[in-house]
């Protein structure tokens, strides 16, 4: 315990050395008054609530798009929003049921596990509050009573890369899931197939960088006829793109998503192209047809499913993108 | 009464136990053999596993498992768990970069300060675990849940996302990348410094445990604290230390994962945790504390290391490594239990 | 015939001279009283045995001596000096180790790093510092082989040494690292006639070289084989106090086993 004493002093040496260097470094944060990300002229308030539910897992830049456009959404047409999320599904179920029980006027939800959430989807409608899908579920939104659906189509996402990859010359593209048994991502890499016939799959833990960068290493240098690899997230387009540097690897990156990085990567030309689903278009649809709906009985899409995506990034349209992902819009 | 004592008929001499015998109450020598089966497994099955690049890339995956597990061996040796070694590594990379960032500050006192807020996590687990009497599984997965949360909300707050910003711009970035992740090609070979990094921590870890007082009480601190106590060994101290131990190697490999990624995902490092625990147990390391070795612990995370990369290099889908990992760990556990049978046993009278 | 324990001990000790005195000590545990009134005398080359049922302080009193828990009344005398301890390694600073039953060895460390544990040699003083391995290997090696205790291997888990040995490993680490007084928590409780016969003798012989023993049991056969004086506590008080000339085995047993208490008892249960 004696020790702590000098630990201490040791700490408190330390905190002056940085308070004494501080302001004299470059490379951090602009010091400019912040803007608020999501700004805009807020509405007067409408007094509507509007739940809004997803299957998040914490710590997916994804999905604070996705909030980014709920919130403006909210801020422009004058809702309060609720959020909540949880990657299990029955857990889900039981908060699209707590929306339901404390009678919000709307309720925007990810489908992402259709059958497990039909229950209290239909507890909604039978209440007589509208659903609205987004995200995911695009094939069962009707079947289990939503009004609207705004997403991207994943397969149809994944068909359009593949077959932008083949038209390109792609023989042996690598799809790269990032995550285990997840549906979404599955669907991706099956629509790249359907194009590109070459394509492989590989299975990486997104939680480790260095565990992705070093297996898809491996796989290259398992494989040398890989001529692209398909990332199925931001971050593992970074990892992938340092693996194709050590294995000495010509193979080129796609990646589905966008963040600040990728985007500058793309502006450098590291990555081809990125295919984006406009998460922030989703979240900002999702409450604003709620919205119509609850204030004016409009219906958006015609029966039909609206597409978020997939919009092609590269390094044509990339210097218009690249401020809206430092906003985290993009 | 000067004498009141007679010794029974002296022995002729020690016995030596066989050789078998002593092999065998080694922790790391089941891992040894599963080591070599696999690595000539991969070896028969995996062209491409056959070169020194490939070698080189198995040692590096290994590495970033390894220099921690060494930590959570040492521990588990002391009869502690540490569940939040897996996180701690993210918390000290997302610390150092966002605070950087954000007050503008060079990269080394965000190092600095990181690491003194990794050793003081460590300290307060070792502090809680020892004052309460918890087990140490409840307390550090109370520590796990903390720092998940903390890093989430806390890059969130900062950076308005979920991944911490770019830090190759700012100052130190190119001293620091030196220090904790740069590589150097032997031939065509390259080879991460986080490598000899790894290789150094086993070997002061060795040294420490078999040639040192302090590795005289890890081993008595967990084979019998209370044994240990009564003879004068400063048990709180030892097992505080053994904690801040981890969350130093923890910090080590946040800082290689920062400089060599320039950005980290706040979510990032969950489940690792475990992948240190069963280096530690496939290394021979016993569950309860009291037996294991850093070799054995080494050599486990060299395991996952082979397995993981050699089923890709194999050509094979790797969804089924985890079985293989669960497989691993079953065998490694059973072949503890006999190990620990055979050693506790009496052997000679 | 060896007789090394003799050689091993301080040399200043003598005989009858008291080395822990115990003053009307007591021991609360807020509103439990565990012990009271205890007056005890522990002479070099004495043994002082301590009899008493579970429950009747005898654990309490060991934690006195040993430092693991203060006492809170009267006043505890080391060598004329009162002293309140605060932890085992403050009574162990002057001279009294304890030996406990279950907790003697650690089992899965080798027979001479338990010899050397708490007091091992090092190279240096640095942190780091290098055993002297082979060092403490000959000493514990010719040390127990002195003392009479065969192990066959010093590099093999004192684990797999018999439950006699181990506390016989535990007694001659005590004393050679220079203990005075030795307390032997119930150390032939779990053991079997022969083995009690192997750790009996070892008290014998640590008595001989002039140290102060505390011999703590329930068993009255084993005391009086070593004993010079006997205290039974009952309740957390002294029901008895006598030396081996005023107190002969049977009068122990009978008061160890209950006394009128028992007598009564039998009366009750009517066979005779």
């Known amino acids: 315990m004696i020790r702590l004493s000098r630990t201490l002093r040791f700490a408190a040496a330390l905190s002056v050395t940085a308070l004494a260097a501080a302001a004299c470094s470059g490379g951090g944060r602009e010091k400019t008054d912040d803007t608020d990300t999501a700004g805009g002229n807020a509405a007067g308030s409408t007094g509507y609530t509007i739940a809004f539910i997803t299957h998040e897992t914490p710590g997916d830049t994804f999905w604070d798009k996705v909030k980014n456009g709920a919130q403006q959404a909210a801020k422009d047409t004058g809702v309060t929003i609720k959020y909540s999320n949880d990657p299990e599904a029955p857990k889900q179920a039981v908060l699209i049921q707590n929306a339901v029980d404390s009678k919000v006027n709307g309720i925007a939800t990810t489908l992402v596990t259709p059958d497990a959430l039909a229950g209290s989807v239909k507890a909604a409608t039978d209440a007589g509050i509208p659903v609205v899908g987004f995200n995911s579920g695009i094939d069962d939104y009707q079947r289990l009573g939503a009004l609207m659906y705004f997403g991207s189509d994943e397969t149809l996402a994944g068909t359009a890369a593949g077959k932008r990859i083949a038209e390109a010359g792609g023989k042996h593209p690598l799809c790269v899931i990032q995550q285990t048994g997840s549906v979404a991502l599955e669907a991706r890499c099956k629509g790249v197939l359907s194009s590109a016939p070459g394509t492989e799959n590989i299975q990486v833990n997104g939680a480790d960088d260095a565990a992705v960068t070093s297996t898809l290493q491996a796989k290259l240098a398992q494989d040398k006829t890989i001529d692209y690899i398909v990332t199925l997230g931001a971050p593992q387009a970074i990892d992938a793109l340092k693996a194709i540097e050590q294995a000495g690897s010509s193979a080129k990156v796609v990646t589905f998503d966008l963040n600040q990085e990728a985007a500058q990567d793309i502006k450098d030309g590291k990555i081809v192209f990125s295919i984006d689903q406009q998460p922030y278009v989703q979240g900002y649809m999702a409450v604003t047809s709620l919205y119509l709906n609850i204030k004016n009985g409009n219906d958006i899409g015609g029966g039909k499913a609206v597409l978020t995506g997939p919009s092609f990034v590269d390094k044509d349209n990339i210097d218009k993108i690249i401020p809206f992902t430092k906003n985290n819009t993009r | 009464m000067t004498s009141t004592i007679e010794a029974p008929a002296p022995a002729a001499g020690r016995v030596k136990l066989g050789l078998s015998n002593r092999l065998l109450a080694r922790p790391e020598i089941g891992a040894l053999v599963a080591a070599v089966i696999i690595f000539i497994f991969f070896l028969s099955l995996a062209p491409s596993f056959r070169s020194a690049e490939s070698f080189f890339t198995v040692l590096y995956q290994s590495s970033v498992i390894g220099i921690v597990a060494c930590g959570v061996g040492l521990l588990m040796i002391g009869g502690e768990f540490d569940l939040s070694a897996g996180v701690i590594v993210y918390t000290a990379g997302l610390f150092n970069s966002m605070f950087c960032w954000y007050f503008g500050v060079n990269l080394w006192i965000g190092a600095f300060l990181s690491l003194a807020f990794c050793l003081l996590i460590g300290f307060l687990n070792g502090y809680l675990v020892m004052r309460t009497g918890i087990p140490s599984f409840l307390i550090t997965l109370g520590t796990f849940f903390v720092l998940q949360g903390a890093n989430l909300g806390v890059t969130k707050l900062v950076t308005k996302t979920v991944s911490s910003l770019d830090v190759s711009n700012i100052d130190g970035y190119d001293s620091l990348g030196k220090v904790f992740s740069s590589s150097f090609k032997v031939g065509s070979v390259t080879v991460w410094t986080s490598v000899i990094w790894w290789i150094l921590f086993v070997a002061l870890a060795t040294w420490a445990l078999q040639r040192t007082r302090v590795g005289n009480w890890i081993f008595a601190v967990g084979g019998n604290p209370d044994s240990a106590r009564a003879v004068g060994v400063p048990v709180l101290r030892t097992k505080i230390g053994l904690f801040m131990t981890v969350s130093f190697l923890g910090w080590f490999v946040g800082m290689h994962q920062l400089y060599r990624f320039n950005t980290l995902q706040a979510g990032g490092g969950v489940g690792n945790e475990f992948l240190y625990i069963i280096a530690a147990v496939v290394g021979g390391t016993l569950l309860t504390g009291g037996f294991g070795n850093s070799i054995g612990v080494a050599i486990g995370a060299f395991i996952f290391g082979m397995t993981s990369l050699g089923i890709i290099y194999a050509g094979w889908d790797p969804n089924w490594f985890k079985a293989f990992l669960g497989v691993m760990l079953l065998l490694a556990v059973l072949v503890n239990l006999y190990v620990k049978r055979m050693s506790t046993m009496r052997k000679v009278g | ?272």
């Open chain 3, 1 to 272: 015939m060896t007789d090394t324990l003799a050689s091993h001990a301080d040399q200043g000790l003598h005989r009858g001279e008291p080395l822990i005195e115990m003053e009307e000590v007591g021991k609360s545990y807020g509103a439990i009283r565990a012990l009271r009134g205890i007056n005890l005398r522990v002479n070099a080359g004495e043994v002082t045995c301590v009899l008493g049922d579970n429950g009747a302080g005898k654990s309490t009193l060991i934690k006195i001596m040993s430092g693991l828990h203060p006492h809170n009344e009267g006043t505890l005398r080391v060598d004329g000096k009162p002293e309140t301890f605060s932890s085992p390694r403050e009574a162990l600073g002057h001279g009294i180790a304890t030996v406990y039953q279950d907790l003697a060895v650690v089992s899965l460390m080798e027979v001479w790093r338990n010899f050397f544990l708490g007091s091992e040699l090092t190279a240096g003083k640095f942190p780091l510092a290098g055993l002297k391995v082979r060092q403490m290997r000959e000493i514990a090696d010719t040390e127990l082989r002195k003392m009479g205790i065969v192990v066959k291997d010093i590099n093999q888990p004192i684990g797999t040494l018999s439950g006699g040995q181990r506390q016989c490993v535990a007694i001659a680490r005590a004393v050679y690292f220079g203990a005075r007084v030795l307390i032997l928590d119930e150390p032939t409780a779990a053991l079997g006639v022969k083995q009690s016969g192997v750790v009996l003798k070892y008290v014998a012989a640590a008595r001989a070289a002039g140290l102060g023993v505390v011999f703590i049991t329930h068993n009255p056969h084993h005391a009086y084989m070593v004993g010079d004086h006997f205290v039974i506590l009952k309740l957390g008080e002294t029901t008895l106090d006598k030396t081996r000339k005023e107190v002969s085995l049977d009068e122990l047993t009978t008061q160890m086993a209950g006394g009128d208490e028992l007598a009564e008892l039998s009366h009750e249960l009517g066979r005779k």
